[in-house]
């Protein structure tokens, strides 16, 4: 970076936007403002992890039926805390907590917007200190404003998401979000502790090299997914196959890979869980906001993601995320094997 090139904060950067947004009186704005304080402070228990004795089970177990990581629990407190002293959140649903957290101060009742998170996304890989992620959605309630929210508030279609974004505590901790105007990134500037602009308008390529799936699994796939894989493996020069296969276990991390180098990222179903592992509210919806608005696409291997109408808080489905014709091609081995079967 040359030294008189200035440097925009995400601060600056949600303002500036906020501007543009005729009648917009920055709710949204102050809201993503407090997120970014959260992963702040995330950030710094994760960088600390194994010095700070937050490592390891936490002893008690989510409503997943997983073992709660410490930083699971952490990250839960302090982006619920950061959103409460927002005032600009009426309600949230973290994959921590079963039942939604409802705010019951004056402020956050008359609140506009609901929160969907996984907190820590990835927290398998905590304690050998592989990236993981915080993954965020937020919707306009559709309950009163001034009443307690309620979870029809949260069971909206993700075509009604007003912002989606997602946190990455790698080898830097990088913040990328979009509102529905393109997906920019911002990486922590650890010596100033702000997010500055450094990807601006991420745009995903059309086609990639990288299938990422866990293909530990494979026996338990269904036939034209395993198919695809094959295809992945092929020698074809047109095509630039065999593909390279990278997967990391945190969603966050295979996706954001993707997402700047292209690519398809995929968690099907199984004959052991036919509706795939993947969230749909907290984990699919917004990493599938994000997608679209690079350019890629998100399906549950036959129906865009953000159409499908929730039913649960928690509930499951299978997830197919990358370029368009990684996505597509993958999509006709899908069809072409269940029409056979
Ligand atoms: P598997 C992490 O636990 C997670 O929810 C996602 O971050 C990740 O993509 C997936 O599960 C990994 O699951 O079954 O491959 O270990």
Do not use: A, D, M
């Given at each position: 970076m040359t030294e008189h090139q200035t440097v925009q904060t995400l601060n600056q950067f949600i303002i500036h936007r906020q501007t543009q947004h005729e009648g917009a009186r920055g709710e949204l704005s102050r809201l993503l403002h407090h997120v970014g304080i959260a992963a702040k402070i995330v950030n710094r228990a994760v960088n600390k992890a194994g010095l700070m004795d937050i490592l390891g089970n936490y002893g008690d177990k989510n409503v997943q039926g997983e073992d709660q990581q410490k930083l699971d629990v952490f990250a839960d407190i302090h982006f619920i805390d950061a959103l409460k002293a927002s005032g600009e959140c009426a309600a949230i649903a973290s994959e921590e907590n079963e039942n939604i957290i409802t705010f019951d101060d004056e402020m956050s009742k008359n609140a506009k917007y609901v929160f969907c998170m996984d907190p820590l996304d990835g927290s398998s890989n905590i304690d050998v200190n592989v990236s993981i992620g915080t993954i965020f959605s937020i919707y306009k309630r559709?309950?009163?404003?001034?009443e307690e929210a309620t979870i029809e508030d949260f069971l909206?279609?993700?075509?009604?998401?007003?912002a989606a974004g997602y946190i990455i505590y790698g080898s830097s901790t990088m913040l990328v979000y979009t509102t529905g105007n393109g997906v920019n990134g911002f990486t922590l500037d650890p010596s100033i502790g702000e997010f500055c602009l450094s990807h601006p308008n991420i745009k995903t390529p059309e086609k990639g090299k990288i299938y990422s799936i866990n293909e530990g699994n494979y026996i338990n796939f269904p036939t034209g997914v395993k198919k695809y894989i094959k295809y992945c493996q092929e020698k074809d020069v047109d095509t630039g196959r065999p593909y390279t296969s990278r997967y990391i276990g945190s969603l966050v991390a295979d996706f954001h890979r993707n997402l700047l180098k292209g690519g398809i990222f995929i968690y099907p179903e199984t004959n052991k869980n036919p509706t795939g592992?993947?969230?749909?509210?907290?984990?699919c919806n917004p990493i599938a906001f994000i997608a679209e608005q690079a350019g890629a696409q998100a399906t549950d291997g036959h129906n865009r993601i953000l159409e499908i109408k929730p039913t649960e808080l928690h509930q499951r489905v299978p997830f197919y995320t990358g370029s368009n014709k990684m996505i597509k091609r993958a999509e006709e081995f899908l069809d072409f094997f269940e029409s056979e079967e």
């Open positions: 559709i309950s009163p404003r001034g909206q279609e993700g075509t009604k998401q007003v592992k993947l969230r749909l509210l907290y984990e």
